[in-house]
């Protein structure tokens, strides 16, 4: 067995990546011992997993003497599981090990691989290892770590009768097992963050000694609101948009003018062609194309639903009405789809016919702000309740007083239901899963077991790329004992405009000083 290629794992190094850091670059000096240069490169997956790459190449056939040689390339990829202390990061890993060699006339110490002091041997291997190892910084860039493990493997090989010579003895296969060490310098890209001077940089905070006697630090947690698409910030600034859960289909009970956040667009008497310089047509149509496609064009969200009731005034026969509010609603569904590619599908479109809740309601408000005229109001308002027969009914109220009553209906009132009626957008949204992650991660934070804190942490790595959850993972951080990596948290945080973040360093600056 060729044991000799123990120096195969000894190129193993290692990065630390315990304090936060996101790449590493390290120098095995067991390996320079051997004047063979070596690098790996590492990266951190998450808080307690990393992974690397080892490169070692040393391609001169010989050392000072005449009858040594130790020429070899190896490549090793592994992987790291971290479990960090206060001062010191200890870890466990396993890696994969490939190495073609030459070598002859090497004598190594304690004994070992004996069978190439006087002949040569040129190959391949391939091992399975595993390791454990500590890590201590020496500075905001540096660390140094140790390393010791062991590995098996298979190698294929042709035996030589001398260093130099070519006489070929024949070829070997086999199975063997071998340590692996590694001392390492490894360097922190980024850095460890530095201690802030007085108002321009946060300090590197310190659990106070008892004797201090800080208040208490109590992390601030909130719940984050689900994000709800374009459509949801539209709705912020522009009511006539809701969620498609508030969609409700029309019954002419329904007192359209009560509900404040719908648009409406007004016809000139009796037509039901859209005009878009009559009254304020023009701007609210524009918002509408505009609102829909801008929620068209995303991706987290979608119109489900454009709501448009047409209606006409109470005067006149009720056929003729009925069949205006419905030319009317339509007027307006056409108009959006001549600007929008929305199919029929999307719209519903309800001909309202004749506002009599609507004219019953506003005769209502009137009783209270005309107290002139609530004698008069107060008995029409009876003869709608009263009469069944809408011809019959209008017709009562066109006589009541000699028809004054009607020409203060007609004045006051009448004039503003001459309009498309009720406008509204329904949207919905991709499910935000990641507010409803960091919200149960913080609600467990709430919590006073250490295991409910744990279960946090592990809930908010899931969604560690969103900014939302920047705060709760820095108070989590903080609670299972990882203060170095709570302190970045809390730092991005609150470079992102997180008030709770702020207070939390507020918190842990005054209990610093």
């Not at 070596?38 to 307690?48: C, F, K, M, Q, S």
């Not at 909130?222 to 809701?242: I, S, W």
């Not at 919590?447 to 409910?452: Q, R």
Request: proline fraction near 5%; include cysteine.
């Amino acid at each position: 067995m060729v044991k000799v290629f123990v120096l195969t794992a000894l190129f193993c190094c290692v990065f630390t990546d315990a304090d936060a850091q996101t790449l590493t670059v390290s120098n095995n000096l067991l390996y320079d011992a051997f004047l063979t240069p070596n690098l790996r490169v590492g990266a951190r997956l998450a808080p307690h997993w990393s992974v690397g790459m080892t490169a070692g190449y040393r391609p001169w056939p010989k050392d000072d003497a005449e009858t040594r040689k130790l020429r070899h390339l190896l490549l090793s990829p592994s992987v790291r599981y971290w479990k960090d202390s206060v001062n010191v990061h200890h870890f466990f890993g396993a890696n994969i090990i490939y190495s073609h060699y030459n070598v002859g006339g090497i004598t190594f110490p304690f004994g070992l691989y004996k069978s190439v002091r006087d002949e040569r041997r040129q190959g391949d291997l391939w091992a399975l290892g595993a390791f454990y190892g500590y890590s201590w910084p020496l500075g905001r860039y540096f660390n140094f770590e140790a390393l010791i493990g062991a590995a098996i493997g298979y190698t294929k090989f042709d035996r030589y009768e001398c260093v130099h010579c070519g006489q070929l003895l024949g070829h070997e296969k086999k199975l063997f097992v071998m340590p692996q060490a590694a001392l390492n310098i490894v360097y922190n890209i980024p850095g460890r963050p530095a201690k802030m001077q007085p108002v321009e940089e946060p300090a590197v905070y310190i659990i106070p000694s008892a004797k201090t006697q800080p208040e208490p630090f109590v992390p601030i947690v909130h719940a984050v609101p689900d994000f709800t698409g374009r459509a949801g910030q539209l709705q912020k600034e522009n009511p006539v948009l809701a969620h498609i859960s508030q969609y409700k289909p029309y019954d002419r009970t329904r007192i359209l003018r009560r509900d404040k956040d719908a648009l409406y667009v007004h016809f000139p008497l009796a037509k039901s062609e859209l005009h878009t310089e009559f009254r304020e047509n023009k701007s609210v149509l524009e918002r509408i194309v505009d609102i829909a496609r801008q929620i068209m064009a995303d991706t987290t969200s979608s119109v489900k639903i454009i709501q448009i009731i047409g209606l006409a005034s109470i005067e006149g026969p009720i056929a003729g009405n009925e069949k205006l509010a419905t030319n009317r609603a339509l007027a307006l569904q056409h108009y959006v789809q001549d600007r929008l590619q929305i199919p029929d599908s999307l719209f519903d479109t309800v001909g309202g016919g004749e506002a009599w809740a609507e004219f019953r309601d506003q005769l209502a408000e009137c009783v209270t702000t005309e107290p002139q005229h609530s004698q008069e109001l107060q008995q029409a308002i009876g003869i709608i309740d009263s009469e069944s027969d809408a011809n019959v009914r209008e017709q009562k109220l066109r006589r009541m007083n000699g028809g004054r009553t009607w020409n203060y209906v007609k004045e006051r009132i009448l004039s503003d239901q001459r309009n498309s009626g009720y406008i509204r957008i329904y949207y919905d949204y991709v499910p935000d899963k990641a507010a409803k992650v960091i919200n149960e991660a913080s609600q467990l934070l709430t919590n006073d077991s250490s295991d409910s804190h744990r279960e946090a942490l592990r809930l908010l790595l899931t969604v560690r790329d969103d900014e939302r959850a920047l705060n709760a993972l820095g108070v989590a951080y903080w609670l299972c004992g990882q203060q170095q990596e709570a302190i970045e948290c809390f730092r991005r945080a609150a470079a992102n405009g997180n008030v709770d973040a702020e207070e939390n360093l507020r918190q842990l600056e005054k209990n610093n000083q």
